[in-house]
């Protein structure tokens, strides 16, 4: 209010120099009246107080969490590795890939499915075509009906699924105590924590069951799975399998390859998606350094231009002439 | 691969891909089965040595019995270790008590603690 009505006064000064301008101005200015500072100062003082308040009650509404579950129901949250393959530069190691599916076809394939990879999906990820071939030829599967109506066995080709433990999962809950063993394919992204959930599954079966801790019969006590009874005991032990590059197969180093190996099931175009993106980045960043010289060519004629304004004379010798 | 033969492949979906396994493995078989057989023998060899070794240690459970006893998980360790002892002792028709939760929280630490140096010494 201050700072206005001493500009205004200057203003009144240059107000005889520039005619009637600023008085139109004046009148304008001087019809809006503010408030007094004290209803000001109150309203100002209220609405913060208001803007408090509310944020202070919606926190007392919906702040604090609710957990509905105990700890032991929710399970214990899996804890986080380096996994190499999970940097954003970095891809599948495949070594770590093969000797992954030798665990899971000499250990997990007994009890679980895989059910959406098909043996060419191995083909230069873990295996040969040759090797991958013999591998599906091992297995038998249902032919077309012949002639006759009736359906044959004929040995297995690249383009055949992984054949399933069970016939059906009725089957698979009767071999497992009433437990269904669930498809391995997607489970790296169906579970919280993903393949550090996977990988802390299969090695945190401790040695003792905690004192107290009651485990139901035909369950075992893990950790990991909320509700820590889980129907799956421990598999891997020590020198389960033998690799045949020879890594020494501790249970976590089976784990953690087994573990990489169901991450590339359930995400085999990681290496791909990758490749794309550093493509992605690489082309954008060319297109963009492009872009900047376009535009310092279609600039160089605004950014030379030189305005040269020749004021038109006025008075003086010339219109002495006319 | 160059890159940009690779863009070109990534514009050219109707690009060849290789599947095959390299060729050439036949005509080195010859040399290769003289070379399996020397193997072999080393192999027997090196099984003999290993039966003498004693049974293998898992990286993650020795590395998590250090993390357990270390001076950062040293309060959980307590507090499970005494619940542990309050529950052993108990009689059975007092009220009910576990340690698992107790437990978690030892287990998370030591994990947590472990997991750089178990991805250090696997492969």
Not at chain 1, 271 to 279: E, F, H, N, P
Not at chain 2, 76 to 97: I, L, M
Request: some cysteine; charged content about 30%.
């Amino acid at each position: 209010m201050l700072a206005r009505s001493c500009l205004r006064s200057t203003r009144g000064v240059s107000a005889v120099r520039n005619g009637a301008v600023n008085t139109t101005k004046r009148a304008a200015s001087s019809t809006s009246n503010a408030a007094s500072p004290f209803a000001l100062n109150v309203a100002g003082t209220v609405s913060t107080a208001m803007a408090i308040g509310s944020a202070a009650w919606y926190y007392h509404l919906y702040g604090p969490e609710l957990h509905a579950m105990t700890p032991v129901e929710e399970g214990l949250h899996p804890t986080k590795y380096p996994w190499e393959h999970a940097k954003w530069n970095k891809t599948f190691d495949h070594q770590a890939l093969r000797r992954g599916f030798q665990v899971y076809q000499e250990v997990c394939a007994s009890c679980h499915s895989l059910s959406r990879v098909p043996y060419r999906a191995l083909v230069g990820v873990t295996h040969t075509v040759d090797e991958a071939k013999a591998m599906a030829e091992a297995n038998e599967y249902d032919s077309e009906p012949n002639d006759e109506g009736e359906i044959e066995k004929r040995p297995g080709k690249l383009s055949d699924y992984l054949p399933r433990p069970y016939k059906n999962d009725e089957a698979a809950r009767a071999g497992n105590n009433g437990a269904l063993p669930p498809d391995l394919s997607l489970m790296a992204k169906a579970r919280h924590g993903g393949i550090d959930y996977i990988f802390n599954l299969l090695t945190g079966y401790p040695d003792e069951v905690p004192a107290g801790a009651v485990v139901p019969e035909g369950l075992n006590f893990n950790p990991y799975f909320p509700g820590t009874g889980i129907a799956m005991a421990r598999v891997l032990y020590n020198e389960l399998v033998e690799y045949e590059d020879g890594t020494p197969a501790s249970t976590s180093q089976m784990a953690k390859d087994v573990t990489e190996f169901l991450n590339w099931s359930a995400e085999p175009e990681m290496d791909q998606r990758k490749k794309m993106g550093v493509k992605v980045i690489t082309i954008t960043l060319a297109l963009f350094a492009l872009s900047v010289w376009v535009k310092r060519y279609k600039w160089a004629a605004v950014k030379t231009r030189k305005l040269n304004y020749t004021p038109p004379s006025m008075g003086g010798k010339h219109t002495n002439g006319h | 691969m160059g890159f940009f033969s690779d863009l070109m492949e990534a514009v050219t979906p109707w690009a060849e891909v290789e599947a095959e396994a390299p060729a050439k493995e036949e005509e080195e078989e010859g040399v290769k089965d003289s070379r399996d057989e020397e193997s072999e023998d080393k192999e027997e060899e090196e099984v003999e040595e290993e039966e003498e070794e004693e049974e293998m240690v898992d990286p993650k459970e020795k590395f998590e019995a250090e993390c357990r006893e270390s001076k950062g998980c040293s309060s959980y360790k307590h507090h499970f270790d005494e619940c542990v002892e309050r529950v052993t002792g108990k009689s059975d028709d007092g009220p009910k008590e576990d340690c698992v939760e107790e437990f978690f929280h030892l287990a998370h630490c030591a994990n947590a603690c472990a997991a750089p140096k178990v991805f250090a010494a696997l492969k």
